[in-house]
């Protein structure tokens, strides 16, 4: 069954460094999404992506983050100068399109900033 | 920002019994919702969902009941199996206003004893 994979699983950065978390979605989706879940928190949106441009964010994804979908498989996020809250699981999820198709969610990447 | 809230944590149910897990909500403008299930170390995974224009439905096990006038909805799970035992997230968008974006709940830990 196809899956959405993240890399890399786990990712340590110090303070101020730039991240990219990447994420490959199910082929034939069409929307992709990153969230992600501060220990202890629930589940936060960031962003929604679709036919290469930003379709919505939330008030978390400010100027340090950006999304790109660089080539027809990847899907990334970027992270330019990380701070000690931005430590969490963050999850990439793609979705088909069709009016009942569900977000698939990755597994996840832990990013731990010290 | 409460817009869904799952008020148990925890629930530990007997093997072979129901499950009953129940959400929230506030938001009127939500109408879809969904349920995913989460294990440690895991990004979440679907389970069922239902469309505001119905009040039931069933997928196997699992069935979510939408009561649109409480905002209220619930996953029941029957017979509850060990592997059922995770942690279990109410979700919810408002589709019909073009909102992609899923708001989670606090989640609900389910502990099913052999």
């Known amino acids: 069954e196809p899956e959405v994979t993240q890399t890399p699983s786990h990712q340590v950065t110090q303070m101020g460094q730039e991240v990219i978390l990447r994420c490959v979605p199910i082929?034939?989706?069409?929307?992709f999404y990153w969230y992600r879940q501060i220990l202890g928190q629930k589940v936060e949106f960031l962003v929604s992506f679709y036919n290469n441009e930003i379709s919505e964010k939330s008030e978390i994804f400010d100027d340090q983050f950006s999304v790109e979908r660089p080539d027809g498989s990847n899907f990334t996020l970027k992270i330019r100068s990380t701070k000690l809250e931005d430590s969490a699981m963050y999850f990439c999820a793609s979705r088909r399109g069709g009016p009942e198709d569900e977000q698939y969610f990755g597994p996840g990447t832990r990013l731990t900033v010290t | 920002d409460q817009q869904v809230k799952q008020n148990s944590p925890s629930l530990s149910v007997q093997e072979g019994r129901i499950s009953i897990l129940n959400c929230d909500y506030t938001?009127?403008?939500?109408?879809?919702f969904l349920w995913y299930k989460k294990y440690p170390a895991e990004g979440p995974t679907f389970l069922i969902s239902i469309s505001s224009i119905k009040d039931k439905n069933e997928d196997g096990r699992f069935t979510v009941f939408l009561n649109k006038s409480a905002k209220h909805l619930s996953l029941h799970i029957v017979p509850s199996q060990p592997g059922d035992s995770a942690v279990y997230f109410c979700a919810a968008s408002a589709r019909d206003f073009g909102n992609e974006k899923l708001t989670f709940g606090t989640g609900t830990r389910l502990t099913i004893i052999p």
């Open positions: 938001n009127s403008m939500f109408d879809y």
């Open positions: 082929s034939n989706h069409l929307y």
